[in-house]
């Protein structure tokens, strides 16, 4: 999902909000998000070392670029919110 996606998501989630039919996103959240995220890098770090096999390895690089992503992005909206 690109950040104009995000950004159309967040306009959405803004204007629930304002009609009473969504909760307050709070900071607390996204940092439970973000710790989440880190937690299932490191575990896929730990297994990257242990794999030999070659698609194995891209596919576990793919995850944890797409990981590091997320927390950009959610890093992002929490300074939107």
Do not use: F, P
Not at 25 to 43: D, G, V, Y
Not at 46 to 75: F, Y
């Amino acid at each position: 999902m690109g950040l104009s996606n995000i950004v159309k998501r967040l306009n959405k989630y803004q204007d629930r909000l304002a009609e009473g039919k969504a909760e307050k996103i709070k900071s607390r959240h996204i940092q439970k998000a973000i710790e989440k995220l880190a937690a299932k890098e490191i575990e896929l770090t730990a297994e990257l070392q242990d794999v030999t096999k070659l698609e194995k390895r891209k596919r576990l690089n793919q995850k944890i670029s797409t990981i590091h992503e997320q927390i950009e992005k959610a890093k992002w909206l929490e300074k939107q919110i």
